[in-house]
């Protein structure tokens, strides 16, 4: 196979590629952004002795075999030597037993566990593995690494010195003038077997005919096993923060400990200073993360930011409880732009950050939880939010007992204290919520009869709710009380029949549903609101029993939902090929307990909720709901969603969302389409590539396109998009992607991101990797570290 030609590599790439002098990388994975695996402390393993290492036996074989007992073996023709997971093959082979020393001359070729050495010539003492290798070919198992050099001298059975020796992971062609995409050339190469650490010297790395500069020493691994030292350099362009360049070192302080320490060097801010300490026990394990930037020029004020996460179990477990378990939670930033000023911190995926505190306990049917949570909210002066309410602290317990008699029980209780900014605490009637407490209690009886075809649960709840205000309502009380009670029947049918569609037998339900729900009216209006808002309108939540999520309203009912579904269902596999559902919701009386602002609902009937979900091959989902408003003929509410994948590192995902404007009859609402992909353009000129197995790609030369793009039809604008191109050169792999995200209603940040990765050695660039994994379901990265090949994957 041919080469392609590409543009030569900028030589600074190469330079920062080699730049991990008296350090070793950590391992590939963390090149492509997968996380380093923590493991517990090792248990101590037994190993064998030196001297019954010794007592192995050898094996010989050959055409032709002379010499005398136990002094020399003479093997002429097809000759080999086997001990234990060493093999020597060669056209003559001479064998000294008091010496434990083997010569070998003419195609010698020797297997160490999987690593192949071949040449003309070899001198080794068999079970020390010491000796020496002239004119060398050698292939590491674990990595594919594959090299020539002058030597080898082998120190032991882990440590070799190479000399005059190249190194690179792509693969050997046999045809003249074969030369490797990159190649590493040392005037020394040591490996060590059991760090998994190669030490080049006075090393040069070349791609596509350009060439490093040398550097006196530097160190890759081995394998997928963690190292300490200098990770590849991160370099990349960001509209916000201008040219970046990270040099992150990595800690490999134990088996279940590690730190990372980023300096970050941004043209237009400053220096950031960032760190990660990760640690995992038995009982306990987390992660802490700190960043801080002295003095930004953008700003003009020092940043940080603080994430932790520590989880415990504790054990014994004290007080005679069944289970104990803790949990902490931090998440603070230095001020409310920390989310728009840096796009790569745990920080923009929300503009709530929480904090909490938690104990998680369990004592035979009771569970429960103490808990202390706190928001940090990052006000947008063009996009404000109301925080939610602070809970310090919220103590819960539950009970559940099913068939007592016939009858399943629950029990909830729970206390809380809710406190908020006075500054951005909601309105109702007028005036700011005070903070206060809240104590309730819901007791929930059901008595259901189940058979087969047909199902009716009634269920009897009673909620009950105290608050103790820190200051005066609107009508001047201090406190408040409430007491509901609500009653619910749920009842069904299952009809099931064999047919047969699209010369596929299935079997067909027909599922029609009934669910009566009757709540009396309580004057609820001027309790606060401190958890609870306005139920979503779905299929998930038009068969249940409040229209109100939280605690703080009980809405008043007397309403009758009715639906139908049916479901296609592979008889064979039990796999659900379709399903179809229509519902709606008739009121006999006006709504009349609401949120402060809504108007009560008094149409008698509801908007009409009709799904799909097909998946009737693997290779195709489709997914769509629909609200319809039977009273203006409209569309209230629309979602749209399907995907395709073939096979692998082919997907498609396509969503058309629409959600009305309520002020307004016109059919002008929020509209927005959403696409993301991920696709060997090799498929277009025919080329389809070979499945070479998960984490691998489908072989060198091909090129995939990637990317996810979000379109608002009403705005006529690209809110945020995605887009860039792979390509697999079999032994390295280049990346260019463009991110645009929107940081606000006028504002967006767009970067950058080019890598090379040099497959099993370095990578250099920012890596997009996480970006596309957030932003394209299923993607599948070309190249993920597996399990550690076995020695018999190369066993002679």
Same mark, same amino acid.
């Given at each position: ?49 030196? #001297? ?43 064998? $000294? ?70 190194? #690179? ?122 960043? $801080? ?51 790569? #911190? ?20 009771? $569970? ?248 009737? #091959? ?179």
């Amino acid at each position: 196979m041919s080469r392609p030609q590409r543009p030569p590599l900028p030589l600074a790439l190469l330079t920062l590629a080699l730049w991990q002098a008296q350090g070793a990388f950590a391992q590939e994975a963390a090149w492509i952004d997968a996380p380093l695996q923590l493991r517990r402390t090792p248990q101590l393993v037994e190993t064998i002795p030196t #001297t019954e290492r010794g007592l192995r036996p050898s094996f010989v074989d050959g055409d032709r075999i002379s010499g005398r007992p136990d002094l020399e073996t003479v093997v002429e023709g097809n000759a080999s030597l086997r001990r234990g997971d060493t093999v020597i093959r060669a056209d003559r082979l001479e064998y $000294y037993q008091p010496d434990d020393l083997a010569k070998a001359q003419g195609n010698v070729r020797v297997n160490q566990g999987g690593n192949v050495y071949e040449g003309p010539e070899l001198q080794l003492k068999v079970e020390t593995f010491e000796g020496f290798f002239n004119n060398v070919r050698y292939q590491f198992l674990e990595t594919g690494g594959n090299g020539n050099a002058d030597r080898i001298d082998f120190v032991d059975a882990n440590i070799s010195v190479a000399r005059h020796a190249t190194y #690179t992971t792509c693969r050997r062609e046999d045809y003249p003038g074969w030369v490797p995409a990159w190649l590493l050339t040392a005037a020394t190469l040591t490996t060590d077997t059991e760090e998994s650490v190669g030490i080049a010297t006075d090393a040069r790395l070349s791609f596509m005919g350009v060439s490093s500069p040398a550097l006196p020493s530097i160190s890759f691994p081995l394998n997928n096993q963690r190292k300490s030292g200098l990770l590849p350099p991160v370099f990349g362009m960001d509209s916000v923060n201008g040219i970046e360049l990270q040099m992150p070192y990595y800690w490999n302080i134990a088996p279940n400990r590690d730190a990372t320490l980023t300096p970050t060097v941004m043209t237009k801010r400053g220096i950031n200073l960032g760190s990660e300490f990760r640690y995992l026990e038995n009982t306990y394990s987390g992660v802490l993360r700190a960043d $801080y930037m002295p003095s930004d020029q953008l700003r003009d004020r020092d940043r940080w930011g603080l994430w932790t996460t520590h989880n415990q179990t504790f054990d014994p477990k004290p007080f005679g409880l069944d289970g104990l378990a803790g949990t902490l939670r931090i998440n603070r930033v230095s001020d409310n732009d920390y989310w728009r000023d840096f796009s790569r #911190t745990p920080t923009l995926s929300s503009r709530l950050l929480d904090s909490e505190a938690s104990l998680n306990w369990a004592k035979g049917d009771w $569970y429960g939880q103490v808990r202390a949570l706190s928001y940090q909210t990052l006000q947008y002066s063009l996009s404000p939010i109301t925080p939610p309410y602070d809970r310090m602290p919220q103590l819960t317990a539950n009970n559940i007992q099913y068939d007592w008699n016939g009858f399943d029980v629950s029990t909830s209780l729970d206390y809380t204290r809710f406190k908020a900014d006075s500054q951005y605490a909601p309105l109702l009637n007028g005036r700011r919520q005070p903070d206060g407490e809240r104590a309730f209690g819901i007791l929930q009886v059901s008595r259901p009869w189940i058979t087969p075809g047909t199902f009716v649960i009634p269920k009897v709840q009673l909620h009950a709710t105290s608050y103790q205000f820190d200051g005066p309502l609107a009508n001047g009380s201090n406190s408040a009380s409430r007491t509901v009670p609500t009653f619910s029947i749920d009842s069904g049918m299952v009809f099931e029949r064999d047919t047969s569609l699209f010369g596929r037998s299935f079997r067909q339900t027909l599922e029609p549903r009934l669910f009566y729900v009757r709540t009396p009216y309580r004057d609820q209006s001027q309790l606060p609101l401190y958890d609870t808002a306005a139920n979503d309108f779905n299929f998930a939540t038009i068969y249940t029993e409040n229209a109100f999520s939280g605690n703080d309203r009980i809405s008043d009912s007397n309403v009758l939902t009715g639906g139908v579904s049916t479901r296609l269902i592979d008889p064979d596999t039990g796999a659900e090929a379709a399903r179809f559902g229509v519902a709606q919701r008739f009121r006999f009386s006006d709504q009349r307990v609401t949120l402060p602002g809504v108007s009560p609902v008094t149409d008698r009937l509801s908007d009409i909720l009709v799904g799909a979900q097909i998946n009737w #091959t693997s290779k195709w989902t489709a997914d769509t709901t629909v609200q319809y408003n039977p009273d203006s003929r409209r569309s209230e509410r629309s979602t749209i969603t399907a995907r395709y994948n073939p096979g692998p590192y082919r997907t498609i995902n396509a969503a058309y969302r629409y959600q009305a404007d309520s002020s307004t009859l016109a059919n002008d609402g929020n509209k927005s389409i959403d696409i993301g992909w991920q696709w060997p353009l090799n498929d277009l000129w025919g080329d389809k590539g070979k499945n070479l197995g998960p984490g691998r790609g489908e072989g060198g030369g091909r090129w995939y396109a990637v990317g996810r793009m979000n379109y608002s039809l009403k705005d006529s604008k690209l809110t945020d998009g995605v887009i860039g191109v792979e390509y697999d050169g079999c032994c390295w792999i280049g990346r260019v992607v463009l991110e645009r995200l929107s940081t606000g209603q006028v504002s967006a940040a767009t970067r950058i991101m080019f890598q090379i990765e040099f497959v099993g050695f370095a990578a250099v660039g920012a890596s997009p990797l996480k970006t596309l994994s957030q932003n394209i379901q299923r993607y599948q990265p070309l190249r993920q570290p597996g399990e550690t090949p076995s020695r018999f994957t190369n066993y002679d």
